[in-house]
């Protein structure tokens, strides 16, 4: 039953990953790009009013004053296309990491079935989903948001890597940790109290990681604020929609089949993917 529960999630985490890519190109490509524009004009040298409004426009007239800069510049070509990189490129990643998430979410999903209380399977998946994104997404960008492709210090960046995983880490396990409690004292206190005290668990230890992790600055002051913070959103929206989608739609595929699971697994037979 564990493997039709993670073809199902990779199914639906690669329908979530096809969802995503819509919502980043709508959303998230538009910062993705002005924010390349405005790199690109300031390695260029140029020292005008380089913000959130810079084109390929500005960018050309730059590369016209500074000949030396645009031919050093020419010599690197670019292993993908712009174009590339933002349709297919970013098509692939996102039905890549769709899969991934959902195969684990799935594996998640069966190890939680019967131990969170009598929910049900789309309401399991839609609490599995609600705290899966807090822990994965959510929390650890209030310590290490996502950076635009302008923002970043190539001598900084494995650290702020390393000490993004580390909190991304301890932000699973911290949830997790979480989750046991709140179902060890629900027998006691109830569901909500044990709920409220399983989320102050959470919150006390990212907290506290949160201020024992040293800051990662890499944002250049020239850098307008208005696009690092759209893109930002965008990002957290790319990620909402994913999740969102997996844990409604791998919520639906079990309900449905749930009935025709059982009868399958009384026969003794295989349970349809489906």
């Known amino acids: 039953m564990v493997g039709i529960y993670l073809a199902r999630g990779m199914l639906i985490g690669i329908l979530a990953g096809l969802l995503a890519f819509g919502v980043a190109t ?40 500074h000949h030396h800069d645009a031919q050093a510049a020419d010599e ?9 990189q933002g349709g297919w490129g970013l098509l692939t990643g996102l039905l890549v990491y769709g899969a991934a998430v959902g195969g684990l979410f799935a594996l998640t999903y069966a190890y939680a079935q019967g131990r969170m209380g009598t929910l049900g399977p789309r309401d399991l998946a839609a609490v599995l989903a609600l705290l899966g994104f807090l822990a994965v997404v959510l929390v650890p960008a209030f310590k290490y948001p996502a950076n635009p492709p302008a923002v970043g210090n190539p001598d900084t960046i494995q650290q702020r890597t390393a000490l993004f995983f580390i909190l991304l880490i301890l ?3 911290a949830m ?80 449905r089949a749930q009935s025709r699971d059982l009868q399958a697994l009384r026969r003794g037979d295989r349970p349809a993917l489906f």
């Open 171 to 173: 932000s699973v396990t």
């Open 26 to 65: 709508l959303i998230g490509e538009p910062p993705v790009e002005r924010a390349i524009a405005f790199e690109a004009a300031q390695a260029t040298g140029g020292h005008g009013h380089h913000d959130a409004a810079a084109t390929p426009d500005t960018v050309e007239a730059g590369h016209s004053h």
């Open 176 to 255: 997790a940790a979480a989750v046991v409690t709140a179902r060890r004292l629900a027998a006691r206190w109830g569901t909500w109290n044990a709920g409220f005290a399983g989320g102050a668990l959470f919150l006390a230890v990212m907290i506290v990681a949160g201020y024992a992790l040293p800051e990662v600055n890499e944002v250049p002051e020239t850098f307008p604020a208005q696009l690092l913070w759209r893109f930002r959103i965008a990002s957290w929206g790319i990620h909402a929609a994913l999740w969102a989608a997996l844990g409604l739609g791998f919520g639906w595929l079990c309900e």
């Open 76 to 84: 690197e070509e670019e292993l993908f296309s712009r174009g590339t």
